[in-house]
């Protein structure tokens, strides 16, 4: 039998077990949704699910260039220029990436509005965060495919509400 190298072991960091996880519960387009926020060493991981259904999952670094993390930092009003409405959009130097289940053009960008607006209120409440950000969707049926615009915008409200109380 050929000899099997083990492996390399490298300094243990050590880190909180379990994992320091919040969970919050309501109603998304009148759905029963649970939403759970577990913060790792290396990433932070939501889950936003609706009958136990994962369907599609992104990533948002939130390690930003230093010329992007001078957005985070400014005072809200400035980077609105006034206009409370532009404070509802994610920050610019967010770049999420769909990982698993995009489903279609709109439902991928929906996803990736959600979970870039997680990571922006992750990287407002603390401008030094720098781990990856992992969101898990499953919400029922199709978040924007056949729901008018007025429809899809209170369902990211609802969800982004709600991901708000488990954070």
Known sequence: MADIAAPQQGPVHGAPYPAKTRT????????PTEVEVSYFRDKILVLVSQSGRLAQWIQV?????SAASVDAALPLNSRTNGNPATGL???????????????????ETFGQLVAAQIGSLLALRDPSETR????????????????????????????????????
């Open 89 to 107: 959009l994610p920050s610019t130097h967010l770049t999420p990436r769909t990982l698993f289940g995009a489903g279609g053009e709109s439902r």
């Open 24 to 31: 919050a519960t309501g109603a998304v387009n009148n759905v």
């Open 132 to 167: 990856t950000l992992v969101v898990g969707l499953g919400l029922a049926g199709s978040q924007t495919g056949s729901t008018t615009d007025a429809q899809a915008q209170a369902i990211y409200f609802d969800v982004v509400d709600l991901v708000q109380k488990a954070l």
């Open 61 to 65: 670094p939130l390690s930003a260039p």
